[in-house]
């Protein structure tokens, strides 16, 4: 399943992720600068946060419940596209997602 991280100075990274990683799982495993995953994805850290990239807002899903909390205490603004990217299980509905990182974590 492939994901696109797009960083803050618009560079990308394009990674081969399994299916049933998050996609936070996904960009720590290969060392994808930007998302930190402090909590190992136990949505008590918001250092995943991610911005959905519009065309995959849908198959992105709906954010869990407590997410939007904890995406509050995160560093970075919180939009409308923002969700903790430890809650987004890779599958292939998601191949090619796209997802675009705020300039810091903390
Ligand atoms: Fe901590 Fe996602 S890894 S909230």
Redesign the pocket.
Known sequence: VKVTYVHHDGTRTEVDGKEGDTV?HTAVAHDVEGI?????????????HCYVDDEWLDAAGERRDGEED?LDCGAAEVKPSSR????IRLSPALDGLVVHLPEEQM
């Open positions: 936070m930190v995953g402090e909590c190992g994805g136990a949505m008590m850290c918001a250092t995943c904890m903790l990217s430890c809650q």
